[in-house]
C-alpha cells in the first residue's frame, strides 16, 4: 500500500525506512537539502542503521516537499512532526501537528492519520471534535536518538490508540517491518496512549535524576558513587540499566515531556512529577558549583551532544551548564565537530581537539571516548560506566 510520513527526524525517518521496505512510502519535508538527500539514499540524521539499509536495502522510499504528492493515495498519513513544550507561554505547541492535519482535510481523501509526534493528553479527542473528524489516532514512538531503525525494528511494544480494524491494520505493518519474532501489541483508545508516552518518558527522567543525585551526594560526601551504584542496582527490582550519572537529561524528548505531563497535572494532587522537572535544573546547578570549585579561566565543552553516536544537541543539558558559567563570567569554548559556524550561543568553537585541549584549564565531557582519555587530567565528568 501507499503510506505517507510527514516529517523527516528520528521518528519519521526510520518509520519511513522500516515501512518501504515492503510498502510505497512518500516521506514529506519542508527542507529541500533533507530531501535531495534521502532520494540519494544519504541519511540527513546519524542513525547506523538508517545509513546500512540505505546502502544495501532496496527499499520503495521517495522524498518530497509536496503535500498533495506525498498524501493522495495514501492509506495512512503517519505525523511525525516536531512538538515543543514552550516555557514561556506554558503550552505545548502542536501546530505543526495539526498544519498536516488541515492539509489532509483539505484534499478531502480517504485516509486515516496516525499521530506519531508527542502530544498532550486529550489532544486527539481535541482535534476530532475542532475539526469535525474521526479518521485520526495516536500511536507513541519510543525511540532512542541514533538508534531509531533498530528500536522499529526491535520493538519493546507496540501501542496504537485505538480498538478498531484500521489500528489492529496499522500495528501489523510495524510488526512485519520489525525483526523481532514476539513483539507485544496492545490497543487503547488515544487519550490513554497519550498518557502512556508521557508517563514513560517522565520515569526515564526519573531515573535519570535519581542517580544523578546519588552521584551529587557521593560527590560532596566524598563516596565512591561507583561502588554505591552498583551496589543498589544488583537489586534485580533496580536492575543495572540506564544508571550512569550525567550532567542532566536534555534530547528531543525527556524535557519537554516532563513539563508537558507536569502541565497535565493541574488540579491533581502530585509532588514527584514536580520534583523530576526541578531536579535537572538542580544537577546542571550542583555541576557549575563543581567546575568554579577549580577556579577556572577557560572551560572546554567536549561535545554538545550528550550521548554517543547522536549528532542531536537540542535541549542538551550542557547548554544549561554553558548558561550558567557565562553568568558568572567564565570563557566557554566548544568542541563540537557537527557544528558549521564558527561560535555557538556567544562561545567560540575551535575544531581542532588538540587546540581546543590546550586552550581549556577544564574540559567538560559528558561522555568519554578516545579523545578525552587522552587530557584525563583536564577532564571533568560524572560518567562511570561509558554508556548511556
Do not use: W
Not at 175 to 201: H, P, Q, R, W, Y
Amino acid at each position: 500500500m501507499k503510506i505517507a510520513v510527514a516529517g523527516t527526524g528520528y521518528v519519521g525517518l526510520s518509520l519511513a525506512t522500516l515501512l518501504s521496505q515492503r510498502n510505497e512510502v512518500y516521506a514529506l519535508d519542508v527542507i529541500p537539502e533533507k530531501v535531495e538527500m534521502i532520494n540519494n539514499r544519504i541519511s540527513p540524521i546519524k542513525d547506523e542503521k538508517i545509513e546500512e539499509f540505505f546502502k544495501t536495502k532496496e527499499l520503495n522510499l521517495k522524498a518530497t516537499l509536496d503535500y498533495k504528492e506525498a498524501f493522495e493515495g495514501a492509506k495512512f498519513v503517519i505525523i511525525s512532526t516536531p512538538t515543543n513544550y514552550d516555557d514561556e507561554k506554558n503550552f505545548f505547541d502542536t501546530s505543526s501537528v495539526e498544519d498536516i492535519i488541515k492539509k489532509v482535510i483539505s484534499m478531502g481523501i480517504d485516509t486515516t492519520m496516525v499521530v506519531k509526534s508527542t502530544i498532550p493528553v486529550g489532544f486527539i479527542d481535541e482535534v476530532k471534535e475542532k475539526y469535525h473528524i474521526d479518521n485520526i489516532f495516536f500511536s507513541p514512538e519510543f525511540l532512542r536518538e541514533g538508534k531509531a531503525l533498530y528500536d522499529n525494528l526491535y520493538p519493546s511494544r507496540i501501542i496504537v490508540g485505538e480498538k478498531s480494524e484500521r489500528a489492529s491494520e496499522f500495528a501489523n505493518l510495524l510488526k512485519e517491518g520489525s525483526l523481532k519474532e514476539d513483539v507485544t501489541i496492545k490497543f487503547m483508545n488515544s487519550t490513554e496512549a497519550e498518557a502512556v508516552k508521557l508517563f514513560a518518558n517522565t520515569y526515564l527522567a526519573l531515573r535519570v535524576s535519581y542517580f544523578n543525585e546519588l552521584d551529587t551526594y557521593a560527590e560532596l560526601k566524598g563516596l565512591n558513587t561507583k561502588d554505591i551504584i552498583d551496589g543498589v542496582c544488583l537489586d534485580p527490582r533496580i536492575g543495572t540499566h540506564y544508571n550512569n550519572p550525567s550532567f542532566g537529561y536534555g534530547g528531543y524528548c525527556l524535557p519537554k515531556d516532563t513539563k508537558q505531563l507536569l502541565a497535565n497535572y493541574k488540579a491533581v494532587p502530585q509532588n514527584l512529577i514536580e520534583a523530576i522537572v526541578k531536579a535537572n535544573d538542580t544537577r546542571k546547578d550542583h555541576i557549575t558549583r563543581m567546575i568554579l570549585r577549580k577556579n577556572p579561566t577557560v572551560v572546554g565543552i567536549y561535545r554538545l551532544t550528550m550521548k554517543t553516536d547522536s549528532d542531536n544537541f537540542r535541549a542538551s543539558a550542557i547548554q544549561g551548564i554553558i548558561d550558567r558559567l557565562k553568568f558568572y563570567n567564565v570563557k566557554v569554548v566548544i568542541f563540537e565537530p557537527t557544528l558549521k559556524a564558527d561560535s555557538f550561543n556567544g562561545c567560540q568553537v575551535v575544531r581542532d581537539f588538540d587546540t581546543f585541549a590546550n586552550f581549556s584549564d577544564v574540559v567538560l565531557v559528558n561522555r568519554m571516548d578516545e579523545n578525552t582519555k587522552k587530557i584525563e587530567d583536564k577532564v571533568y565528568t560524572r560518567d562511570l560506566f561509558s554508556r548511556d
